[in-house]
């Protein structure tokens, strides 16, 4: 399967530091036994699944984030690394 991703380093502006987060736009066709295995696969303390909005959202976009474990309802730095991927 190929899934385009960035890993970014949030709270730093130099390369191997801050806070690394694994992010998936477009994660839309994605189920969550998937989003789980990929998690899993980069070992980060969280993975950001951004997806479009529901029809009839007042939002753009909605955030999922999963550790190697489970899913987490919500995650400040991978926050941070989906916003500016």
Known sequence: VDIPFSVVN????????GNPAAVILNANTLDHETMLRIARQFHLVETTFV???????????ELR?????????????????????
């Open 65 to 85: 984030y999963f550790t190697p474990t489970e899913e987490v309802s919500l995650a400040i730095h991978p926050t941070i690394a989906a916003l500016v991927s």
């Open 10 to 17: 949030s709270f730093t502006s130099n390369a191997f530091e």
């Open 51 to 61: 997806l479009s909005a529901p029809q009839n959202s007042d939002f753009d976009f």
